[in-house]
């Protein structure tokens, strides 16, 4: 790039001081008195006089032409200023940055081909075939740039300073003015491109329940985080099977996510939301399953695997004994609790077919179907 001067004081400028400064300087010879000559008889020439006359003329022209360049130069700053001052308030448009460069219509090569060899040899294809070809598309359509939105700019920039275009400004106050106009230009964007990075940045917040956001830098909002909402508790009251009373304060929003639940598990409701995110080494475990389903239950009140056992015992005992006395053994239905944590089904209408191992709530409980009998489930 060529180099810019951004002096007021410029090369134009000096140059017309330096000339009236010769012409003022041959004004002042030409007016100061002809030197005498020193040597004894010698005279003064009347050319010497001439001469005088012919300086002061130069001179004067000379000073007249410096007048005049100093006007015309004025007069191309004042022009140039009012250029300046009209230019500020102007902008173009730009057009904006290509997206997706366009296409121009091309020949597809295999079409042509087909269409002139039907044309050629008619005789090597069907009239279908030859009439196929007539409707190939020989060539592609044009497809037109797509570019971002257009943006304005101002009319004034950096170019105004290059020397080497022609419409560069030459004096040196309105390159004054115009470095000025650019560097607070320059300034403008830096603040715009820094207030849009801090809008990039900033997390805007909420009430308790709401996202935390940013604002992209494609205007969209990105999720910083979700903050909790403030638990809303509801009393729930439900009987056990133990008929006991139990009172509780279970959080709104884990009962909405529950839906419905059962009036014996009412009241553990965040054990059941826990047992839901159960790992899975635990989930794939029948095992471990029982003992959290066992839990849950004990939690509600329900029967578990050692009460059913307890009972069990104690019967076979008094069954043992009565026999010994030759008493008919006592006979009763026990069910044992269901485990909440086993999935399971009711048995289908009777005659249907049943699934190979899948669990169903018979009488006695929950139980396995082996493809030939009912496995209980301990």
Same mark, same amino acid.
């Given at each position: 790039?060529?180099?810019?001067?951004?002096?007021?004081?410029?090369?134009?400028?000096?140059?017309?001081?330096?000339?009236?400064?010769?012409?003022?300087?041959?004004?002042?010879?030409?007016?100061?008195?002809?030197?005498? %000559?020193?040597?004894?008889?010698?005279?003064?020439?009347?050319?010497?006089?001439?001469?005088?006359?012919?300086?002061?003329?130069?001179?004067?022209?000379?000073?007249?032409?410096?007048?005049?360049?100093?006007?015309?130069?004025?007069?191309?700053?004042?022009?140039?200023?009012?250029?300046?001052?009209?230019?500020?308030?102007?902008?173009?448009?730009?057009?904006?940055?290509?997206?997706?460069?366009?296409?121009?219509?091309?020949?597809?090569?295999?079409?042509?081909?087909?269409?002139?060899?039907?044309?050629?040899?008619?005789?090597?294809?069907?009239?279908?075939?030859?009439?196929?070809?007539?409707?190939?598309?020989?060539?592609?359509?044009?497809?037109?740039?797509?570019?971002?939105?257009?943006?304005?700019?101002?009319?004034?920039?950096?170019?105004?300073?290059?020397?080497?275009?022609?419409?560069?400004?030459?004096?040196?106050?309105?390159?004054?003015?115009?470095?000025?106009?650019?560097?607070?230009?320059?300034?403008?964007?830096?603040?715009?491109?820094?207030?849009?990075?801090?809008?990039?940045?900033?997390?805007?917040?909420?009430?308790?329940?709401?996202?935390?956001?940013?604002?992209?830098?494609?205007?969209?909002?990105?999720?910083?985080?979700?903050?909790?909402?403030?638990?809303?508790?509801?009393?729930?009251?439900?009987?056990?099977?133990?008929?006991?009373?139990?009172?509780?304060?279970?959080?709104?929003?884990?009962?909405?996510?529950?839906?419905?639940?059962?009036?014996?598990?009412?009241?553990?409701?965040?054990?059941?939301?826990?047992?839901?995110?159960? %790992?899975?080494?635990?989930?794939?475990?029948?095992?471990?399953?029982?003992?959290?389903?066992?839990?849950?239950?004990?939690?509600?009140?329900?029967?578990?695997?050692?009460?059913?056992?307890?009972?069990?015992?104690?019967?076979?005992?008094?069954?043992?004994?009565?026999?010994?006395?030759?008493?008919?053994?006592?006979?009763?239905?026990?069910?044992?609790?269901?485990?909440?944590?086993?999935?399971?089904?009711?048995?289908?209408?009777?005659?249907?077919?049943?699934?190979?191992?899948?669990?169903?709530?018979?009488?006695?409980?929950?139980?396995?179907?082996?493809?030939?009998?009912?496995?209980?489930?301990?």
């Amino acid at each position: 790039m060529a180099d810019i001067n951004l002096s007021p004081y410029t090369a134009e400028q000096q140059a017309m001081d330096r000339r009236r400064k010769m012409a003022e300087a041959l004004q002042q010879q030409a007016i100061a008195p002809i030197e005498m %000559p020193t040597v004894p008889g010698a005279k003064v020439s009347p050319y010497q006089g001439f001469a005088k006359l012919l300086q002061g003329y130069i001179a004067g022209k000379n000073l007249e032409r410096a007048d005049q360049e100093q006007k015309d130069y004025e007069n191309k700053a004042s022009g140039e200023t009012a250029d300046f001052l009209s230019k500020m308030s102007q902008y173009e448009t730009v057009p904006g940055d290509i997206i997706t460069p366009g296409q121009e219509s091309a020949f597809i090569p295999e079409n042509v081909t087909r269409y002139n060899e039907t044309k050629t040899q008619p005789e090597s294809f069907t009239p279908e075939e030859r009439n196929a070809a007539i409707d190939l598309p020989l060539k592609t359509e044009a497809v037109p740039e797509v570019r971002g939105p257009s943006r304005q700019v101002p009319v004034l920039d950096a170019s105004f300073l290059d020397p080497t275009k022609p419409y560069a400004y030459k004096t040196g106050q309105v390159k004054q003015m115009l470095m000025q106009v650019l560097m607070q230009q320059e300034a403008q964007k830096q603040a715009a491109a820094q207030r849009a990075l801090e809008a990039q940045q900033a997390i805007h917040v909420g009430k308790p329940g709401e996202t935390f956001f940013r604002i992209g830098a494609d205007g969209k909002p990105i999720t910083v985080a979700n903050t909790p909402a403030i638990p809303s508790f509801e009393k729930v009251e439900t009987i056990n099977a133990k008929g006991q009373k139990i009172v509780k304060y279970v959080d709104k929003a884990k009962l909405g996510e529950l839906g419905d639940v059962l009036a014996p598990y009412t009241g553990m409701i965040d054990h059941l939301m826990q047992a839901q995110n159960l %790992p899975e080494v635990i989930k794939n475990n029948p095992d471990a399953l029982r003992l959290v389903g066992s839990f849950l239950g004990k939690e509600s009140g329900d029967v578990t695997s050692a009460d059913f056992a307890k009972v069990m015992i104690g019967l076979n005992e008094t069954n043992a004994r009565l026999k010994y006395e030759g008493i008919p053994p006592v006979t009763t239905d026990i069910v044992k609790g269901k485990n909440i944590m086993i999935p399971s089904v009711d048995l289908p209408p009777q005659g249907s077919p049943l699934e190979n191992g899948k669990v169903y709530n018979t009488p006695k409980g929950q139980a396995r179907w082996n493809g030939t009998k009912f496995v209980t489930i301990d």
